[in-house]
């Protein structure tokens, strides 16, 4: 900007943020690094049936800490008709009833360790019981 005094006042460049690489961002590339390759190794080891199994025990493990995440995992087995296309074009159980069942499980975990009832849970427990039935 030039003033009536004909200085010159400039403003100090900011760095790129395309060039800041922090330690988060530098450990999320260490941490990505060696999953991909642990993960390999596990695949080169016992074959395809690990690429199933690692992310289950994950969604297992953050289901329940966080049940929401089983609940929207449900919601997109049912959504995009995951059971049906098990079921009737690859002749497999679909994932369905026992997401379900894993899902009652969680609840009742959480409400004999950490004490936690939902609002109206006896219904939704009765629903949920129903559909792993039927």
Known sequence: MITNDKTVNSIPMQKSSL????????????????????????????????LVTIPALAMAFSTVSNPSLGLMALIIVIFAQVQRAFTEFLGLPGPGQP????????????????????????????????????
Do not use: C, H
């Open 19 to 50: 060039l800041d690489i922090n330690k988060a961002s530098l450990m999320s590339v260490v941490i990505a690094s060696v999953l991909g390759i642990l993960i390999s190794i596990a695949v080169g080891q016992f074959g395809w049936l690990t």
């Open 99 to 134: 997401l379900v069942g894993f899902l009652i499980m969680v609840i009742v975990i959480r409400m004999l360790l950490f004490n936690e009832r939902s609002v109206n849970w006896l219904r939704n427990s009765f629903i949920l019981v129903v559909y792993v039935v039927f």
